[in-house]
């Protein structure tokens, strides 16, 4: 396949503070993106002005209104979208400089794959930050390598995915606005029409995760609401792939059998239940320490103790959300702005 032309797209609310080192991570590629479309959806603050320095370079949009949700500010700036292919990033996010090289040339190997989902790491930050890094490097490593050997890649993350600019213009993927992970929505509609997903470890960003607990809740709400309105939307998917199956199956028996299992030894045996919870904060510090050498940062294991509890609270999230959007059906579609810090 020859090159294919390239577009960047950038959903902007009220991101003054990385809005500008997002831009100029775009901007500093090895292979330069041909646009780089940035939605201002409604910023009340500064970021046009920070936008502003860039003149021609990119091409800015902005929303009647503040939309509410990524999704809708995407389906708005995809209609300046003209290239092969666009990539979806935030705007919290760096692109390494050879982000768009190492896209492209997943799409020049494989003319035919549909999407390409890049690698995440999160800038370093404090104990919350580091956490959430060492859930990419496990879950990225080893998860999603396997993911990638079954064919089926269970999400491609919103910060880092590349997708055929057609699929979108000829309504292939639709956007629909009815869960709150429409990267996650975007990936089973690609896996219910069978379209192939590549996972290239070399595309790689950096995204700023959350830095307090009130917003690392807020996020991770968004996330498990998402897996369960999205798991609920799609469930045909589990009958069509057996891949799927077993994917989706241990997940979500897993998140749901760990909180069960964890308060029914509390009840039942306190003994039984603190060795558990030895034999878990050991299996921490152990995963702590790949991810310390996997990515050179040695205080990565320095979180491990605090990783025990700060999964204890995932689990009863996930719990949570399990039985408002399955259980109780109350649908939650409101998105929670992130506060972001300056890159």
């Given at each position: ?134 859930d990419y490097v496990i879950g990225q490593d080893f998860y999603k390598l396997a993911q990638a050997h079954m064919n089926y890649i269970y999400v491609i993350a919103g910060c880092a995915g590349a997708f055929q600019t057609k699929l979108f213009k000829d309504g292939t993927i639709t956007f629909d606005h009815d869960t709150l992970t429409e990267d996650l929505d975007f ?157």
């Amino acid at each position: 396949m020859k090159s294919p032309t390239i577009s960047i797209l950038i959903p902007a609310h009220n991101e003054e503070r990385s809005i500008a080192s997002c831009v100029l991570s775009c901007l500093m590629q090895t292979r330069p993106p041909d646009k780089i479309v940035v939605v201002n959806d409604g910023s009340t603050d500064s970021t046009l002005d920070e936008l502003k320095q860039f003149g021609d370079r990119i091409t800015v949009v902005s929303t009647p209104a503040a939309t509410g949700s990524k999704s809708r500010a995407q389906q708005f700036g995809l209609q300046f979208i003209t290239t092969d292919v666009v990539i979806a990033t935030d705007a919290d996010t760096l692109l390494h400089p050879e982000f768009i090289e190492h896209i492209e040339c997943s799409f020049i190997a494989d003319p035919n794959i549909a999407a390409v989902a890049g690698y995440v790491m999160s800038l370093p930050c404090n104990y919350l930050a580091g956490i959430r890094e060492v859930d990419y490097v496990i879950g990225q490593d080893f998860y999603k390598l396997a993911q990638a050997h079954m064919n089926y890649i269970y999400v491609i993350a919103g910060c880092a995915g590349a997708f055929q600019t057609k699929l979108f213009k000829d309504g292939t993927i639709t956007f629909d606005h009815d869960t709150l992970t429409e990267d996650l929505d975007f990936t089973y509609k690609l896996h219910e029409l069978g379209l192939p997903i590549h996972f290239n470890t070399n595309a790689i960003c950096y995204t700023q995760d959350p830095h307090t607990l009130h917003s690392y809740t807020n996020q991770l709400r968004r996330w498990y609401a998402g897996g369960w309105q999205n798991l609920i939307k799609h469930a045909p998917i589990v009958f069509k792939r057996p891949s799927a199956a077993i994917h989706l199956s241990l997940g979500y028996i897993e998140g749901l059998l760990f909180p069960i299992t964890l308060v029914t030894l509390l009840v039942v045996n306190v003994v039984l239940f603190l060795q558990l919870l030895g034999v878990y904060t050991l299996m921490n510090v152990l995963l702590s320490t790949y991810a310390a050498v996997r990515r050179r940062r040695p205080a990565l294991v320095l979180y491990s103790p605090l990783m025990t509890p700060i999964k204890l609270w995932h689990a009863y999230l996930f719990m949570e959300q399990f039985v408002i959007e399955v259980v109780l059906k109350q649908r939650n579609l409101v998105w929670f702005q992130p506060e972001r810090r300056t890159l």
